[in-house]
């Protein structure tokens, strides 16, 4: 990444880096869906040029990611305490990570995806896309709670925020099991092998949202809720 780009980000409050972190993990993630249909399609060509955009927004959200953490030492006072903004961080990336992933291991094993699944699993990684964005807005609300001290309307918004979050990862959780209910009921007809990384692969799908219900959980203890 240009030292130019990263200049422009760290500006001064480590607030601003840490939402465009959220920003680029969220673009990464979002990467998963059109990946997810050329898997569908086996469309190879656009898998691998989707794999490259997962990779490189990856090693964006990389930079980032090690540039913050420099830009905050122990001795830097700050509204929020060091740990608290470096737990965030850490939550974030490896909500990338897995996306990363999830494409690798689809592509370096040229997987497909079982046409008793697949319509199911594209919407799955969508709900799961659908939990990083609530997460991602809820991100975006810091620096606005730290510029008014905290005022309870705005604490509020982000609660609500936050509670959205937990409710469409419940919903992920809900069509993983349906989900691995009828890769279960298919068994016989697949190649054992791929059926094990498949159930790696819908695993590996569910901890994204997971990472963005941990974003929003982090939030709420910065709150003091």
């Known amino acids: 990444m240009?030292?130019?780009?990263?200049?422009?980000?760290?500006g001064g409050s480590p607030i601003n880096p840490l939402q465009q972190h959220m920003e680029k993990v969220?673009?990464?993630?979002?990467?998963?869906?059109?990946?997810i249909e050329a898997v569908i399609s086996r469309d190879f060509a656009v898998q691998?040029?989707?794999?490259?955009?997962?990779?490189?927004?990856?090693r964006e959200a990389d930079d980032i990611k090690n540039a913050l953490r420099m830009q905050i030492p122990n001795r830097m006072f700050m509204p929020i305490p060091r740990s608290d903004l470096l737990d965030v961080l850490r939550i974030q990336d490896k909500?990338?990570?897995?996306?990363?992933?999830?494409?690798?291991?689809?592509?370096?094993?040229?997987?497909?995806?079982p046409e008793v699944i697949a319509e199911d699993f594209l919407l799955f990684v969508k709900r799961n896309v659908d939990c990083c964005t609530q997460a991602c807005t809820?991100?975006?609300?810091?620096?606005?709670?730290?510029?008014?001290?905290?005022?309870?309307?705005?604490?509020?918004?982000?609660?609500?925020?936050?509670?959205?979050i937990d409710?469409?990862?419940?919903?992920?959780d809900q069509m993983q099991i349906e989900i691995r209910a009828k890769l279960y009921s298919a068994e016989k007809d697949l190649n054992p092998v791929?059926?094990?990384?498949?159930?790696?692969?819908?695993?590996?799908?569910?901890?994204?949202a997971d990472g963005?219900?941990?974003?929003?959980?982090?939030?709420?203890?910065?709150?003091?809720?």
Do not use: W
């Open 48 to 58: 691998e040029h989707q794999y490259e955009s997962i990779a490189q927004l990856e």
């Open 95 to 113: 909500i990338a990570g897995k996306a990363k992933d999830v494409a690798g291991l689809m592509l370096g094993r040229r997987m497909e995806m």
């Open 138 to 164: 809820a991100i975006n609300e810091l620096d606005e709670l730290v510029g008014t001290g905290f005022v309870k309307g705005v604490v509020d918004l982000v609660e609500d925020m936050v509670g959205r």
């Open 212 to 225: 963005a219900e941990r974003v929003g959980n982090r939030l709420q203890l910065m709150l003091g809720q």
């Open 194 to 208: 791929d059926i094990m990384f498949l159930y790696k692969i819908i695993d590996l799908t569910g901890d994204l």
């Open 2 to 10: 240009a030292s130019s780009y990263l200049t422009g980000i760290f």
């Open 26 to 35: 969220h673009a990464c993630v979002e990467e998963l869906i059109p990946y």
């Open 167 to 172: 409710d469409i990862e419940h919903d992920t």
